[in-house]
C-alpha cells in the first residue's frame, strides 16, 4: 500500500510537471494607475496569469501600497512591487515588456468621453516623458478615455521625444469586444466565449462599428433589426453603467475585465506568439491616421492592421459617420500637446 508521505510526494512532483508545461517566461507587467477602481481590479485579474512573474503596481495615490501588501500575500502569481510619486515612477516601468496605463479619474455624469482629455492628458504625458529615457522599448497600452484623442497625443508626444514606436502604442478598446460578445450570445442563446464579432472605429458613443455581420462562427447570425439594436446597446453601455452608478462613476469592472483579456492576448506575443487583439493603433487603411479593429500582433509589436470588411450597408453608414468623427478627436489629442506642454508640470 502506499504510504501517506509516498502519496504527497507523488502529487506533488505532478503538480512540479504540471508547471514544467507552462511556457513560462520571465515576463513584468506594469500597471500604471493602480489605485484607482479600474487599476485595482485589473492587478488582482493580472495576479491570476502564470505568464508574468513580476507586477510592478504605480499611483500618486500612497493607498496602492496597501493594494501591494494584500496582493503580496496571496499565494502564488507574480511578485507585486508598488510605486508611488513621481520620482518613483522611472523605477515602476523599468524592464516592463508591457506597461498598461489605466485611468485614474473615472467620467462622471454630463461628461462626455470626449471631455476626458483634460483630466488625463497629464498622467499619459508623464509616462511619455518617463518612457524613452527608462524603458524605449515596452509595448504601452492605453486605456484612458478619450482613447480616439488620448492616443494621437500620446503619439504626438512620443514623436515630440523621439521615442515613438507606432508598432508599439495600443490604445485598448477590448470593451467594445467584450460588450459585443456578451449581448450576441444573449440574443443567440450561445455562450459568448465562443463567439468572435469585429468591432471597428474608435471607442466613442458614434465611432464604435460592431461588425454583426462578420460573426464567427459563421453559421451564426441576427437580422438587422436584431443587429441595429444590439448596436445602439453596445455603444450606449457605457453610459448606462454611469447612469445606473447614478453618477459616481463609470464601468470599472468590465474595463478591467476587458484590460485583462488584452493584456492575456499581448502576452501570447510577448511569449513569441502571434495574437490578434481589437485594439485602436495606428492604421490608415479607413481613412484616419488611427482606427480600432483586431490588429496582429507578433514579438516586436503590431504586425499586420485590420484593412477591409464585408459590411452591410447600415455598418457601411455607420462606418462614414465615424470617420470624420475619429479624425476630429485624432486632431484634439494631436492640439492638446500644445495646451499641456506649455504648462509647467513634472
Ligand atoms: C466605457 O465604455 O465604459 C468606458 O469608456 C468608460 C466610460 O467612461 O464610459
Not at 511619455?128 to 524605449?136: K, S, V
Not at 480616439?148 to 507606432?166: D, E, G, V
Request: charge should be positive.
Amino acid at each position: 500500500m502506499i504510504s501517506h508521505k509516498l502519496l504527497s510526494h507523488t502529487l506533488f512532483s505532478k503538480c512540479l510537471k504540471g508547471t514544467q508545461i507552462v511556457q513560462y517566461k520571465y515576463i513584468q507587467v506594469s500597471v500604471i494607475g493602480a489605485a484607482s477602481e479600474i487599476g485595482k481590479n485589473v492587478a488582482l485579474l493580472l495576479k491570476l496569469n502564470h505568464l508574468i512573474r513580476r507586477l510592478q503596481i504605480y499611483d500618486d495615490d500612497n493607498t496602492v501600497h496597501g493594494i501591494c501588501l494584500e496582493l503580496a500575500r496571496i499565494p502564488g502569481g507574480p511578485t507585486v512591487t508598488s510605486f508611488s510619486g513621481d520620482i518613483f515612477l522611472p523605477a515602476a516601468v523599468r524592464y516592463s515588456r508591457l506597461v498598461l496605463m489605466v485611468s485614474r479619474v473615472p467620467r462622471k455624469l454630463g461628461y462626455t468621453r470626449e471631455q476626458m482629455l483634460e483630466y488625463n492628458a497629464l498622467p499619459v504625458q508623464k509616462i511619455c516623458r518617463t518612457l524613452p529615457e527608462h524603458n524605449p522599448d515596452a509595448f504601452f497600452a492605453i486605456s484612458s478615455n478619450p482613447i480616439n484623442s488620448i492616443i494621437s497625443f500620446a503619439s504626438a508626444l512620443l514623436n515630440n521625444y523621439r521615442a515613438y514606436n507606432k508598432y508599439k502604442l495600443f490604445g485598448i478598446t477590448t470593451i467594445d469586444t467584450v460588450r459585443t460578445r456578451a449581448l450576441l450570445g444573449n440574443a443567440l442563446r450561445v455562450n459568448p466565449r465562443h463567439l468572435h464579432v469585429p468591432v471597428i472605429g474608435g471607442h466613442s458613443d458614434n465611432t464604435i462599428v460592431p461588425l454583426f455581420s462578420n460573426i464567427l462562427p459563421s453559421h451564426y447570425s441576427i437580422t438587422q433589426s436584431q443587429a441595429e439594436t444590439l448596436t445602439r446597446l453596445v455603444r450606449k453601455s457605457g453610459n448606462d453603467v454611469l447612469n445606473l452608478k447614478v453618477g459616481v462613476d463609470a464601468a470599472t469592472h468590465a474595463m478591467a475585465w476587458s484590460i485583462n483579456e488584452f493584456t492575456e492576448h499581448l502576452l501570447e506575443a510577448l511569449c513569441g506568439g502571434y495574437t490578434i487583439v481589437n485594439s485602436y493603433t495606428v492604421n490608415p487603411h479607413f481613412g484616419t491616421k488611427f482606427f480600432s479593429g483586431p490588429n496582429k500582433v507578433g514579438p516586436s509589436g503590431i504586425i499586420e492592421t485590420c484593412r477591409s470588411f464585408v459590411m452591410s450597408e447600415y455598418e457601411r453608414n455607420l462606418l462614414d459617420q465615424a470617420v470624420p468623427l475619429i479624425n476630429r478627436e485624432i486632431a484634439q489629442g494631436e492640439d492638446y500637446i500644445q495646451e499641456i506642454e506649455s504648462r509647467k508640470h513634472f
